[in-house]
């Protein structure tokens, strides 16, 4: 059980037909007495599973590219946090506008040492979340402490943020 938003903000209720996240992310399915209709990204504004996940159309800039998604919210405040899942992985993304989201990007580098090639994670993700959450300087340890930009770890700081600077209870953790 789930509802749809219409981009004129009017609401359907009925069944949403969960895929999986490779599949929520590209396309839903919906269905009441009246409709059964399979839906793309800006075809509506989101749609949400009865206590559960929450997706709103995006448009996502990563590392690789740029595209129309449903994004998973994980986080809905004065900030926000989004997932989505691509054939080239998981992608953890803040807000640009009300319709861009862009990835916190968490690239692997190839370090060679006396001809010795090493993986090692960039760290670049650190200075994305310190612009975006700029306004909050308490915030900026737990940063730096971050080993990889993931699920748990994103969730808590962007609640600790939304706690800090609009009051506990402020935002909706999905």
Do not use: W
Request: some cysteine; overall charge neutral.
């Amino acid at each position: 059980k789930g509802k749809i938003i219409a981009l004129n903000g009017d609401t359907l209720y009925g069944e949403l037909n969960f895929q999986g996240d490779l599949a929520n992310s590209k396309e839903i399915r919906f269905r009441n007495q009246d409709l059964d209709s399979i839906y793309r990204p800006f075809e509506i504004g989101s749609y949400s599973f009865e206590n559960g996940k929450c997706y709103t159309s995006k448009i996502a800039i990563t590392n690789k590219d740029t595209v129309r998604i449903f994004a998973e919210y994980l986080v809905d405040g004065k900030k926000d946090i989004f997932f989505h899942r691509s054939t080239s992985g998981f992608h953890y993304s803040i807000s640009v506008s009300d319709t861009v989201i862009k990835e916190i990007s968490a690239t692997i580098e190839t370090v060679n040492i006396d001809g010795v090639n090493y993986q090692k994670e960039s760290k670049q993700y650190i200075g994305y979340l310190k612009a975006y959450f700029n306004d909050c300087p308490p915030l900026f340890s737990k940063i730096d402490q971050l080993k990889s930009p993931e699920r748990k770890s994103l969730t808590s700081l962007t609640k600790e943020y939304n706690d800090i600077t609009c009051g506990e209870g402020k935002c909706i953790i999905y």
